[in-house]
């Protein structure tokens, strides 16, 4: 009897899922339209604001991880600095740091302003919970040219990866997503507003799995954490509101980090600690065991499907500037003729699968005439038409059509 190869489980991402499920392009970028970009942009990847500002933090905290298991001191702050300075470098964009240290600066004034112990409040007395939305920042920041440096910066972050910088009538640059000058000034704000205990921490950026009976999902802690005898993920969140307990509660990547174990191991984690990197503020969460698995997983499978069969088609896709909201993506999907008419999304896939076939079929017909291809050509154009017209076919269904053809 033949032995048959070990079939591997599927395995996806559960960052992936959930990019999906809020907009296909979203996975395309990070997929098909990363390789693409890629090549035509000497491997400068394409990303957004958000992933810039936390693959920024991420890399300080790896480097800092080294340094302190080498033994070496380790200053967050000089780190952060050396990262920009590096990355800048490697895109041409030296000449802007000293603007964007200046943005920086104006930027940490502003922010402490709205802060708990600063002088700008709501009417009630409360503090705002996203001061960049509010007409207080809009105008002072107007006042103070905080406006003016981010438009002359985020002109140029193109050059970085990122989508260029739509401009619309009556759009509101702060409610847009962030660009290259807001990643930067987050970044050294969060820097002064976090302290990172490096002797607890055993892993930056390690993926924990979730293995189920038909599928397998990843999804990456920002930290691992060991304190004593406990085993502790750590979430990190950059948005500008410190998120309530039902809503962490409700959140795919903390329920499925509740039930999730690293490579090889049984050990369960003993809590989920969610740090908010604007206010440096934590919040630590008992685990729920198969806390919405039976949502994730059937999601997951349906989603790795349509990404293996390059479906990158859906309903939600390239609404339009204003409809796409404060999407991160944004300022990508948009970036010159746009990303439905650069690429077409459908057909992209549609011409990969095509080559693919194209391929197989060449080497399968290496040994034979040109005058048996062209027979093998017009029996093609025969039956192709057909199974188009009966899509799902098995291998033993195609063989039985073949057989019948003589």
Not at 54 to 79: C, M, P, W
Not at 98 to 111: P, R
Not at 326 to 343: A, I, N, S, T
Request: with cysteine; hydrophobic share 40%.
């Amino acid at each position: 009897m033949a032995d048959h190869p070990e079939r591997t489980t599927p395995q996806i991402e559960l960052e992936t899922v959930l990019d999906w499920a809020y907009c296909e392009a979203k996975v395309w970028w990070q997929t098909i339209g990363r390789n693409i970009e890629a090549k035509a942009e000497s491997l400068i990847s394409p990303r957004t604001g958000s992933l810039l500002l936390r693959e920024t933090i991420q890399g300080a905290l790896k480097i800092g991880l080294q340094s302190y298991e080498k033994g070496s001191e380790f200053d967050f702050f000089t780190v952060i600095g050396t990262v920009w300075k590096v990355r800048l470098k490697k895109w041409g964009l030296g000449h802007i740091r000293e603007k964007m240290a200046a943005y920086s600066v104006l930027y940490e004034e502003l922010m402490s302003r709205f802060e708990k112990d600063g002088d700008i409040r709501k009417v009630d007395g409360s503090v705002y919970e996203n001061p960049t939305w509010s007409h207080r920042w809009r105008s002072l920041a107007m006042s103070l040219g905080l406006t003016d440096l981010r438009l002359e910066i985020d002109a140029e972050q193109h050059k970085a990866g990122m989508g260029r910088l739509k401009h619309v009538p009556k759009m509101d640059l702060w409610t847009e997503p962030i660009g290259l000058a807001d990643a930067f000034a987050r970044s050294t704000w969060i820097t002064r507003k976090n302290q990172f205990s490096f002797k607890d921490i055993v892993g930056v950026d390690k993926k924990v799995y979730i293995t189920l009976p038909h599928i397998k999902i990843s999804v990456t802690p920002d930290l691992i954490l060991r304190s004593g005898k406990n085993l502790i993920y750590e979430v990190h969140l950059y948005g500008m509101r410190n998120p309530r307990v039902p809503d962490l509660m409700s959140d795919y990547r903390i329920k499925a980090l509740f039930s999730a174990f690293m490579e090889n191991s049984e050990e369960e984690v003993s809590s989920v600690l969610v740090r908010h990197m604007m206010t440096g503020k934590f919040m630590s969460l008992s685990p729920r065991k198969a806390a919405g698995l039976n949502e994730i997983a059937p999601m997951a499978t349906a989603i790795l499907r349509r990404i293996n069969a390059m479906d990158f088609s859906g309903p939600r896709m390239v609404n339009g500037w204003d409809a796409c909201g404060d999407c991160d993506y944004k300022p990508l999907c948009f970036d010159g003729e746009g990303l439905m008419q650069r690429y077409n999304l459908p057909l992209s896939g549609r011409i990969a699968a095509a080559d693919e076939l194209i391929e197989n079929l060449r080497k399968r017909l290496a040994a034979y005439s040109e005058k048996d291809r062209e027979i093998g050509n017009e029996y093609a154009r025969v039956i192709l038409p057909w199974i188009a017209q009966n899509p799902g076919m098995t291998e033993e269904q195609i063989e039985w059509l073949l057989e019948g053809l003589g």
